[in-house]
């Protein structure tokens, strides 16, 4: 089965490969459709849906897949969190599932809050480039005890529930 992955980044490319391991992944580069930081889960979640739908759209594939970070603050908690969610549809039938969520250090959140993207924030504090397509935030908050690859393995994976069961 083919799979469109609606980005190039090599992390969401992988991320579905792993989530997804009967299927050839092929990235498509698609336009999200939301601010490149978006902002809030409602945001994140189009954002990954747009993907989905567009890079099925572009392709004769089986699958769209659609992948996107954001950040959120989360009721009864403080602060601001990085969030993950991913899309996958077949034309029909939607898929929608999460990652985990990482509470952002103030001093990030802050500048992401102030209207930055968090990608460039980490670059920026790390005097790196590329955290993005690397380990991501998920993997320098957590001691690369995950990292964004693994972090948007289970977001996928949750997505594509309707697809590899039946239990829908």
Same mark, same amino acid.
């Given at each position: 089965?083919?799979?469109?992955?609606?980005?190039?980044?090599?992390?969401?490319?992988?991320?579905?490969?792993?989530?997804?391991?009967?299927?050839?992944?092929?990235?498509?580069?698609?336009?999200?459709?939301?601010?490149?930081?978006?902002? /809030?889960?409602?945001?994140?979640? !189009?954002?990954?849906?747009?993907?989905?739908? *567009? =890079?099925?759209? @572009?392709?004769? +594939?089986? %699958?769209?897949?659609?992948?996107?970070?954001?950040?959120?603050?989360?009721?009864?908690?403080?602060?601001?969190?990085?969030?993950?969610?991913?899309?996958?549809?077949?034309?029909?039938?939607? /898929?929608?599932?999460?990652?985990? !969520?990482?509470?952002?250090?103030?001093?990030? *959140? =802050?500048?992401? @809050?102030?209207? +930055?993207? %968090?990608?460039?924030?980490?670059?920026?504090?790390?005097?790196?480039?590329?955290?993005?397509?690397?380990?991501?935030?998920?993997?320098?908050?957590?001691?690369?005890?995950?990292?964004?690859?693994?972090?948007?393995?289970?977001?996928?994976?949750?997505?594509?529930?309707?697809?590899?069961?039946?239990?829908?």
């Amino acid at each position: 089965m083919r799979v469109a992955v609606g980005s190039e980044n090599p992390v969401k490319v992988a991320a579905t490969r792993r989530a997804l391991p009967d299927a050839v992944a092929e990235p498509v580069d698609v336009a999200s459709g939301v601010p490149e930081q978006p902002r /809030g889960r409602d945001q994140t979640i !189009s954002g990954a849906r747009n993907r989905a739908e *567009a =890079a099925l759209a @572009a392709t004769d +594939a089986a %699958l769209g897949v659609g992948i996107e970070g954001g950040v959120a603050r989360v009721e009864g908690t403080d602060g601001l969190f990085l969030i993950m969610w991913a899309a996958v549809t077949d034309g029909e039938r939607w /898929g929608v599932g999460g990652g985990p !969520s990482l509470r952002l250090p103030d001093d990030v *959140a =802050a500048r992401v @809050a102030d209207g +930055a993207e %968090l990608g460039p924030v980490m670059d920026d504090l790390l005097d790196t480039e590329g955290v993005a397509e690397r380990e991501g935030a998920a993997g320098v908050l957590t001691g690369e005890r995950i990292d964004r690859e693994s972090a948007l393995v289970h977001a996928v994976a949750s997505a594509a529930g309707p697809f590899v069961t039946e239990r829908y």
